[in-house]
């Protein structure tokens, strides 16, 4: 069974604080990594992929993975009131294009 | 990214009836994706929606429940058949990068089945 494990939440941190978010995976093959934000009633968007182990930042945002104990984690710094989202962990376990298995998701909430 | 559309964007239905969800894309792309996204729980793909070939089904999903036209490079559409309250969920349509595997969500359909 190709699993992705996400604590639910929520998870909350006051503004200006760093949110940790984990994720496990099943699938010791697995090669891309996603991490997407969904805002309440809105699609998820994509905001990191990482592909090697080791960490990836793009602004506040930093993706870390370690492919040897399955686990990648998204690293928010200077968390923000808006950053209050549900964050997605999706991982492609070697399926066709565009299969991705996700997690059920962590909501974040960031206290002003 | 491409801009993806959909529409409804949500809907409220009798059990047994059935509904058309329409997803646009505004550049050409080669497979389109049919995700699911149901109460508390994680986005699972439907199927995947090539062009001038029949939809790829997921384990669980059937053909004669959720059936895909895919008519040109820029359109598709997911019809959710015979529907009970079991089919309320959101409903999403995504396209992938064109050269790896980043996905790209339309902005989804909320169904509820009464």
């Known amino acids: 069974q190709k699993e992705v494990e996400q604590n639910s939440g929520p998870l909350s941190v006051p503004e200006g604080a760093i949110a940790s978010l984990n994720c496990t995976y099943s699938?010791?093959?697995?090669?891309?990594f996603f991490w997407y934000r969904q805002y309440s009633g809105k699609s998820p968007e994509l905001i990191m992929f990482?592909?090697?182990?080791g960490d990836k930042e793009d602004g506040r945002f930093t993706a870390q993975l370690n492919k040897a104990s399955q686990y990648v984690s998204l690293l928010i710094r200077d968390s923000q009131p808006s950053d209050s989202a549900t964050y997605l962990c999706?991982?492609?376990?070697?399926?066709?294009?565009?299969?991705?298995?996700f997690g059920k998701g962590t909501k974040l909430s960031v206290k002003p | 990214s491409a801009v993806i559309s959909q529409k409804p964007s949500r809907d409220i239905c009798q059990r047994g009836t059935s509904l058309t969800i329409q997803c646009q894309v505004d550049?050409?792309?080669?497979?389109m994706f049919w995700y699911r996204q149901q109460p508390g729980q994680s986005l699972t793909l439907i199927a995947t929606?090539?062009?001038?070939?029949?939809?790829?089904?997921e384990s669980g999903f059937v053909i004669d429940k959720f059936p895909i036209s895919r008519p040109n490079l820029t359109f598709s559409t997911l019809t959710v058949s015979n529907m009970s309250p079991e089919d309320s969920s959101i409903y999403l349509c995504?396209?992938?990068?064109?050269?790896?595997?980043?996905?790209?969500f339309g902005s989804g359909t909320q169904l509820s089945v009464l």
């Open positions: 995504s396209v992938a990068g064109i050269v790896d595997e980043k996905l790209f």
């Open positions: 990482i592909y090697s182990n």
């Open positions: 699938d010791r093959g697995s090669q891309s």
């Open positions: 550049s050409q792309v080669t497979m």
């Open positions: 999706a991982v492609n376990m070697g399926g066709s294009q565009g299969n991705l298995i």
């Open positions: 929606a090539n062009q001038g070939s029949e939809a790829t089904y």
